[in-house]
């Protein structure tokens, strides 16, 4: 059970799009279309965003979409926003009834 | 409206056991899987357990087989774990979460485990 890799932070100025990396492994991310992105403010919960690596949930703007090639899945979010900043965090089904974790990104809005 | 409530948080000694509790209303216990989840300080997002609707598929994180039990009581609509021999790098915010597509797509507020001497 490893984590998942992402960068520690990115930024972008608003309008800007910027992409989160979530780099895993052909036990986890490779094998199944099974993961989801978090949005977290200070002192709030999280907040899924992505779910079956692109899917959005109701609500979720469409300016946040999700994509997977081989072990590693991507959070773009484009025209970003003020209210974007925040940590972003990319979970996978890891078989066996387990799930990991990415070590989270900071996103940053200039 | 949907609400999944924790409670059992506390500060406590190494070495000792806490049970955590999640009270959930708002949509259908028992039509969901649900699971536990951390975040220590100031730091990450990491899985702790979950268990499906009737409770026959349940798993750990590593970092806590063994010594964490979680179980579900759907006529009570709550979520449990059973925490024993607690290390200080448990110390965390404990989140439930209710599951829905193998995602986490409801949490609540958290609830704070201190692990100290």
């Known amino acids: 059970q490893s984590a998942l890799a992402q960068p520690r932070s990115v930024s972008g100025s608003p309008g800007q799009s910027v992409t989160i990396s979530c780099a895993g492994t052909?036990?986890?991310?490779?094998?199944?279309?099974?993961v989801s992105w978090y949005q977290q403010h200070p002192g709030q919960a999280p907040k899924l965003m992505i779910y079956d690596v692109n899917e959005r949930p109701s609500g979720v703007p469409d300016r946040f979409s999700g994509s997977k090639s081989g072990n590693t899945a991507s959070l773009t979010i484009s025209g970003l926003q003020a209210e974007d900043e925040a940590d972003y965090y990319c979970?996978?089904?890891?078989?066996?009834?387990?799930?990991?974790f990415g070590g989270g990104t900071k996103l940053t809005v200039l | 409206e949907m609400q999944l409530v924790e409670s059992g948080g506390a500060l406590v000694q190494p070495g000792r056991s806490l049970r955590l509790s999640c009270a959930a209303s708002g949509f259908t216990f028992d039509d969901y899987a649900m699971h536990w989840l951390r975040q220590a300080p100031g730091k990450g997002l990491e899985w702790v357990s979950g268990?499906?609707?009737?409770?026959?598929?349940?798993n750990y994180a590593d970092s806590v087989k063994g010594r964490f039990t979680i179980s579900r009581d759907n006529a009570k609509n709550s979520l449990y774990l059973q925490m024993n021999s607690l290390r200080v790098e448990d110390m965390a915010l404990y989140y439930c979460a209710k599951a829905s597509r193998d995602a986490f797509d409801f949490w609540g507020r958290g609830t704070m485990v201190t692990v100290s001497s």
């Open positions: 979970c996978s089904y890891a078989g066996s009834y387990t799930w990991v």
């Open positions: 268990i499906n609707w009737n409770s026959a598929s349940i």
């Open positions: 052909s036990s986890d991310v490779g094998t199944h279309n099974y």
